[in-house]
Every structure is written in structure tokens, then in C-alpha cells.
């Protein structure tokens, strides 16, 4: 067990993850090292540096608003893994 | 009908053997579905081959020849790396939590090439959602180093390089978000080009990192990539990230290339203690032969290289987690319900289920970073350095007009030889992730082969943002100076 503040329980909820508690352990060890590793940023001032957000500095780019087909209902309900003919078919959550 | 001999061929060779009527698209594509069905069974770079839609693409591209259409790229069978979406295609990221997913629509870059007369012949290999080195975290198949069969191609374009240095493809399409395209060049002896951030669009393109990731082509020659590039570069309505600058011509750019006058930078931090010292002398020689052509060669300083890394793990996996948690089991791909038929469980399983190890991990490590009280001390911090490392670039690129450096610290490492220490296969994207994170185009291209096991090398060069015909120039010059 590392003293990794990252608790991979935690991080698997938020994730939508359901591991065995070998595979929970598997990765919490792997984690660990990687963790240390990155913690080295902590070394640096960074004081009065912006962030990088993006890989070129662009913002507000606009297209025309022009309406364009887009791809129709049958074509995309054709990849759902369960589907009426008009929806995508979900478990109940409301009874 | 002979069949062609695509082991070496070009595509601006095969382009002009199809001008003259020595061949048709459809005897060429034949020729690459014959060479795919005989050979691909030792190397395992295509997860899918389209043999009807290629063959019926490659009597379109003879249809439009006969007509008098006449282009770069007419005619020219390209393999698609697993990530793009071609309409009618698989597209599974060489995952399991899209199985089954049929593309209902073409990327803009699938698009563009068949605009261009190209013809997507067939799917290939990478690691999962193209998180990895090797190729090895392919959920399907192991893909092995044409150069040596007991190595990696290396990744995650592994597929893409794996078919061209086999002899199985004269060109295909990758993507780079830390190295994917210019590493697996290196390990199997090809040219792969990652453009400048926002020149090619990434619309239909499954996103890891969408701040990093760029399209591009892994290539027999400097020149291919150059026709590929023209192909696929510019502005696209579907991707505001892509940026509306003209798009030169990348491929007149190329005519009497030399390195004379060039300003060279050789980053004094690529060249350290932990890479292979083979790797050294080879990028060594090369940068060698540059300074005896004419090129100013000069020591530069990237002092944040060493913190490239982690601002890399850092960034790459927040956004992979983002962009990853559309896959959830309810539109498309893999579903899997506990036995209480809940929504919860929907979710949690098809996920769980679906995606890999090497996926998890990351996924694990960026929702962490992005999680409440450590959005801060890592996320935010991880930009501000990322600041750091692009500066560092800027200040370089004042002095210099091209870095030479080296692609990976190693050659092609062996099957199996990584995939049990995460923190170390990521620390050999070292010299390709600062790319990536400036925006920068670079490209790696074939400098030698080690002397004792003949693996291949790459000398990797990078130029500032949207500088593709000076990179392009001077890896047309540094190609001829290597041969």
C-alpha cells in the first residue's frame, strides 16, 4: 500500500467503475508510483504563469449558423444496444 | 493480371505508374488485399479488411481517371488506423466496449481522402483508444515489428506502421496525442508526421486528449507524407479547433530542400543519461551529416523537459476521463446489466467490462485529478507548467528554425517487455510528449539501424506551430543526406 492520497474506491465511484477488490488493489499499487512521479510539479513557483488550456490560443470560433442534416433517427438507433423503433430503451428508474 | 509488388512501393511512384497505365486501382488494391491475406497472418496489423468496399472504391477512383480527373492521392489505397470513423466500417478503437459499433458516418479526414480519390482498404491496430507504446493494449491482437518479429511496432499507431514497414499498406493514417504517430515510425523504420495542433480536423476522430490529439500519416518517404498532409490539412466547419489558416503546398515546399543555412537546434536535455546509446550516436550522425551539408548547428536548453511527463499524465488522462465517460452502454457499443436491472448497474458494468486495464488505469488517474481538492494541486498546476514547456519552445524557436533530437531513449523493446510497469512505459514518451503539449509539428524519420541487431532508429524533428513546409524541407533534405 502506497501513501497515495488517491483512493481508488473513491475514484472508481466517480468513475462508474465496479472492480473486485484484487483488481481495486491491482491498481492502487500500480497508482501509487505514478502519483509520486507527477508530484514532482510541486517543485517548481509557479506564481504569475497563466495556464495552457489548449493547444493554440483560439477562442469564440463561429461558423455560420447554417442548418445541416444531420444523421437521421433509424441510423443512429441502429448501433443502440437496445432500441425501440423511435428510442433508446433504458432500465426503469422511475416506478 | 500480374500482381503489383506494393513491398516497397511509394504512393507518388504508384500514383505515376497509374498515370502512365502501367497498373490500375483496382489491379493496386487487388494487389494490397493478395499481399494483406498472404503476409498479415505473422504481423497482425489489420483488425478488419474491406475488400468489397475498396475494390468497388478503386473502380470509382479508375471511373474518375478515365473521365480526366487527375490527383495526388487517386486511386491510392491507405490503411485506416482503428480510431476513425469510415461510414460502414467497424470502428472499435481496438476496444471491446465498441464492439459491434458501426460507423454511421465518415470523419472529415475519411472524407477528405476520398474526395482526394483515396480508398480506405482496411482497419489496423492500436493500443485501446490509443492509450499506450506498444500496441499491446489492444483488446484484439498482438501486432509484431515487421523489422523483428519479436518486438513491438510500437503504438499506439502501432497497426499503421506495422503495415506500411511490412509491406502491407503504401500508406495509412495515424494519430499522435504523445508520440502515437512519430514512436512507431521509429521502431519500424517509417516516416509518421504529426501536424501543428488545429491544422487537420479531428471531427470523427475518437477523442483521448482533446487539447493533444492530431491526425496524421505514417508514410514510406518524406514526400508521401507530404501528399498526405495536403490531403487531409485545413479548416473544417465540424471542428472548431481546427484553424482557418491556408493550407500551403506542402508538397512544392519539398523541391531542392537542403539544410544550408539552416538554423539547427540540438536540445542539450534529449540527450542524456537512460537513452540507449546506440539511439545517441545514431541521432548524432545524423545531426553530424547536417552540420557538413551547411546547416548552423547549434546546443539549445528546453529547461522544462523534465517536467513534461507528468504535466503529460496529468493532462492526457483528465481529458481522457472527460471524453471516455460517453461510453456508458446506452447508445452505442457493449451493454451489460447487473442481476438488478438497474441503471446503476448498467453503467458501472458496460464499463467495467468494456474497457481494458491500461484504459482503467487512466481513466482512474485523470478522474482523480479532476476530483475535488486535488483540481488544483495537480490539474491546474499541470497547465501552468504545461505554460512552462511551451515557453521554453518559443524561446527556442526565436533562435533556431528546426530541433533535431531523438524519437524514443530505445529502439523497439521486446513483446511483453513493459507491460507490467505502467510508470516506466510512460516515461519513455519523454522526448515526443513536449510536442504535443506546445502544439508544435514534428516528424520522425529513419536515421539507421543499431549494428547489432539492425532495429530501427528515428531522428525526430520538430519546427514551431503550423511550420510544416520547414519541417517538411528539412526532413526532405535530411532523408537525402541519410540515404
Not at chain 2, 459499433?101 to 474526395?115: E, I
Request: proline share 6%; glycine share 8%; with cysteine.
Amino acid at each position: 500500500m502506497s501513501d497515495s492520497s488517491l483512493d481508488v474506491a473513491h475514484v472508481c465511484a466517480l468513475a462508474h467503475f465496479d472492480l473486485s477488490p484484487e483488481e481495486m488493489a491491482r491498481f492502487q499499487r500500480e497508482l501509487g508510483p505514478i502519483v509520486a512521479y507527477v508530484n514532482k510539479l510541486s517543485e517548481l513557483d509557479l506564481t504569475g504563469i497563466e495556464p495552457t488550456q489548449y493547444g493554440q490560443p483560439v477562442a469564440n470560433v463561429l461558423r455560420e449558423d447554417v442548418v445541416e442534416p444531420s444523421l437521421d433517427r433509424e441510423t443512429v438507433l441502429r448501433n443502440a444496444p437496445d432500441a425501440s423503433e423511435t428510442e433508446f430503451r433504458m432500465p426503469r428508474i422511475v416506478e | 493480371m500480374a500482381s503489383i509488388d506494393i513491398s516497397s512501393l511509394s504512393v507518388a511512384s504508384a500514383q505515376d505508374a497509374l498515370r502512365r497505365g502501367d497498373f490500375t486501382s483496382v489491379e493496386l488494391t487487388q494487389s494490397v488485399l493478395d499481399t494483406i491475406a498472404a503476409k498479415d497472418g505473422a504481423i497482425g496489423a489489420y483488425l478488419t479488411v474491406d475488400a468489397d468496399g475498396a475494390l468497388a472504391g478503386a473502380a470509382e477512383a479508375d471511373a474518375r481517371r478515365r473521365a480526366g480527373e487527375d490527383r495526388d492521392l487517386l486511386g491510392i489505397p491507405v490503411a485506416m488506423k482503428d480510431i476513425f470513423n469510415v461510414k460502414g466500417q467497424p470502428c472499435t478503437c481496438a476496444s471491446r466496449i465498441l464492439e459491434g459499433y458501426v460507423a454511421p458516418f465518415d470523419a472529415t479526414v475519411v472524407a477528405r481522402l476520398r474526395a482526394e480519390g483515396a480508398i480506405p482498404c482496411g482497419r489496423v491496430n492500436m493500443d485501446e483508444f490509443a492509450m499506450g507504446a506498444s500496441t499491446e493494449h489492444s483488446a484484439f491482437q498482438v501486432t509484431r515489428n515487421p523489422v523483428a518479429p519479436d518486438r513491438v511496432p510500437g503504438g499506439s499507431s502501432g497497426g499503421s506502421a506495422a503495415a506500411v514497414a511490412g509491406g502491407l499498406a503504401l500508406a495509412s493514417l495515424g494519430t499522435d496525442t504523445g508520440g502515437s504517430i512519430r514512436q512507431p515510425a521509429s521502431f519500424c523504420g517509417c516516416v509518421g508526421l504529426k501536424p501543428s495542433y488545429g491544422r487537420v480536423s479531428r471531427y470523427g476522430v475518437t477523442a483521448f486528449a482533446s487539447s493533444l490529439d492530431q491526425v496524421g500519416p505514417i508514410a514510406r518517404d518524406v514526400e508521401d507524407a507530404a501528399i498526405l498532409l495536403q490531403a487531409i490539412a485545413g479548416a473544417d466547419p465540424h471542428d472548431q479547433t481546427c484553424l482557418d489558416r491556408p493550407v500551403p503546398d506542402y508538397r512544392a515546399a519539398l523541391a531542392g530542400a537542403s539544410v544550408e543555412g539552416l538554423r539547427i537546434g540540438v536540445p542539450k536535455e534529449y540527450f542524456v543519461e537512460g537513452t540507449d546509446p546506440q539511439v545517441m550516436a545514431l541521432v548524432r550522425a545524423a545531426i553530424d551529416k547536417a552540420a557538413a551539408a551547411g546547416a548552423r548547428v547549434e546546443e539549445i536548453s528546453l529547461p522544462h523537459t523534465e517536467y513534461a511527463i507528468a504535466v503529460y499524465y496529468i493532462v492526457a488522462t483528465a481529458e481522457a476521463s472527460a471524453n471516455l465517460a460517453r461510453f456508458d452502454g446506452v447508445r452505442y457499443g457493449r451493454r451489460e446489466v447487473g442481476p438488478d436491472g438497474s441503471l446503476q448497474s448498467l453503467y458501472d458494468l458496460s464499463r467495467t467490462h468494456g474497457f481494458g486495464p491500461e484504459v482503467k488505469r487512466r481513466i482512474l488517474l485523470g478522474t482523480w485529478v479532476l476530483s475535488s481538492g486535488y483540481y488544483d494541486a495537480y490539474y491546474n498546476r499541470a497547465l501552468k507548467v504545461r505554460t512552462l514547456v511551451r515557453r521554453d519552445f518559443e524561446a527556442a524557436f526565436a533562435k533556431v528554425d528546426a530541433i533535431l533530437c531523438p524519437v524514443a531513449p530505445t529502439p523497439a523493446f521486446k513483446l511483453d517487455s513493459t507491460v507490467n510497469d505502467p510508470l516506466q512505459a510512460y516515461l519513455c514518451d519523454a522526448f515526443t510528449v513536449p510536442a504535443n503539449l506546445a502544439g508544435l509539428c514534428g516528424v520522425s524519420i529513419p536515421c539507421g539501424r543499431t549494428a547489432d541487431l539492425g532495429l530501427p532508429v528515428g531522428l525526430q524533428i520538430l519546427c514551431p506551430p503550423f511550420a510544416e513546409p520547414t519541417l517538411l524541407r528539412t526532413a526532405r533534405a535530411m532523408e537525402g543526406l541519410l540515404k
